[in-house]
Structure formats: structure tokens, C-alpha cells
């Protein structure tokens, strides 16, 4: 069973700074990896996908890796503002196309 | 841009009373899912659909959950009766079939079984 872990559960930066959000999971045979962004209280939003082909995607300021062989994702967040502050959760789809969640990392950018 | 769309936004019930959660997903998206997710946790899946049919419910309590999509378009998620660990963001994702399979998550339903 696939088991996806994020690390840290909390992260507190001063605005401008770049970060990194891990995500690892015990399976390598993924068909494809997703972040997601969950502000307080609301649904999710995909920022990013990268297939299991794919090694990073990016969108404007942000920028996600894939290594399969290592089972290690990150999302790097680069000059961050306190509009970034939200959980970011990453999820594996594996051959069912379905999701199995990490439990988050909640990112504070502070003005 | 076409969105999940989900009724009721927020929900407060009785313990042992039944709650019903809708959800519409984008259009021509073959594939359903709905997630739990608690509080602090990451979502899970409870049943997937492909059109009308359930893929997998493996994750559904089922002497108390049910979830149908009978024209393959919108599905409800019923609780019946529910009971306070119930009390949960209960998420709806569509996809297409083919493609990246990216799921595409709406608002969800908060629940507070009280």
C-alpha cells in the first residue's frame, strides 16, 4: 500500500524568501504525481502535475521534481509572499488513477 | 473554466440523522471520486466511479455510507445514520479518461455531526 510522507508538517519563512516542501512516497511505480495548494477551509487546487515520465514541471513561481528511483518529490516555492501561506499537500496516483494524500505541509510566509 | 460543483458548502447535523452530499463534476469527465478528509489529515479516498459504475469502494463504510451516480454525470454521497466521527471535509474530484488523469477538485462539504 502506497504511503505518501511530507515533511515538515509546518513551515514559518519571512516574505522573499525560497523554499522547499518534501514529499516522499514507498511505491516508485506511480502513473503520476500532483501538488496541491488548500487554503483554510476550502477545496484543492492542483498547481502542479508531473507525469511519472517527467523528471519537473513548472508554473511562474513555482517549480515541482520527480525521482521515481529515490521516491522523492519537491516543490519549490521561489520569492515567496504571504499569499503563498496555505497547506500544500502532494499526492501519487498509481495504476487505479487514484490519489493517496500526504497530511500536508502548512506554510506561513510572514510580511 | 468549468469547475466541480458541490451542495451544500457546509452541513451541521444530529448524530444518528441522514446527511446527503451532491456533486456535479466538469463536464464529459468520465471518472468520479469523492474523498474524506479530517482535520488536519490529507484526503482519502471513499469510491470511485467510472460513468455509472463503482470502481472501487473498498474505503466505503458501507452499513452506513452509500454513493450512486446513476446517469453518470452528477453522484450523491448519503450517511445514514451518521455519528460524530463523521465529521469531516468530504471532497468530490473529477477526471477525464486519457491524458495525464489529473483530478480536479471541487469546493468541498464540510460536515459537523453533532
Known amino acids: 500500500k502506497q504511503e505518501v510522507t511530507q515533511i515538515p508538517a509546518a513551515l514559518s519563512v519571512p516574505e522573499g524568501e525560497n523554499l ?3 514529499c516522499s512516497f514507498t511505491d516508485s511505480a506511480i502513473y503520476n504525481l500532483q501538488w496541491f495548494r488548500q487554503d483554510p477551509g476550502k477545496g484543492l487546487t492542483s498547481l502542479l502535475l508531473i507525469q511519472s515520465s517527467q523528471r519537473e514541471q513548472t508554473s ?27 497547506t500544500y499537500l502532494c499526492a501519487s496516483s498509481g495504476s487505479a488513477r487514484q490519489l493517496t494524500f500526504g497530511s500536508g505541509t502548512q506554510l506561513t510566509v510572514l510580511p | 473554466e468549468a469547475e466541480v460543483a458541490q451542495s451544500p458548502r457546509y452541513k451541521i447535523t444530529e ?25 488536519g489529515q490529507g484526503p482519502e479516498l471513499l469510491v470511485q466511479f467510472q460513468d455509472e459504475s463503482v470502481v472501487d469502494d473498498s474505503q466505503l463504510p458501507k452499513d452506513r455510507f452509500s454513493a450512486e451516480r446513476l446517469k453518470g454525470v452528477d453522484s450523491t454521497l448519503k450517511i445514514q445514520p451518521a455519528e460524530l466521527g463523521d465529521s469531516a471535509m468530504y471532497l468530490c474530484a473529477s477526471s477525464p479518461v486519457g491524458g ?3 483530478q480536479y477538485f471541487g469546493p468541498g462539504t464540510r460536515l459537523t455531526v453533532t
Open chain 1, 20 to 22: 522547499v516542501l518534501n
Open chain 1, 60 to 86: 511562474g513561481r513555482l517549480n515541482a521534481s520527480l525521482d521515481k528511483s529515490s521516491g522523492r518529490s519537491t516543490l519549490y516555492i521561489a520569492a515567496s509572499q504571504p499569499g503563498d501561506s496555505a
Open chain 2, 15 to 39: 448524530k444518528s440523522q441522514a446527511v446527503a452530499f451532491w456533486c456535479d463534476p466538469i463536464s464529459g469527465h468520465a471518472t468520479l471520486y469523492w474523498y474524506r478528509q479530517i482535520l
Open chain 2, 100 to 102: 495525464s488523469y489529473e
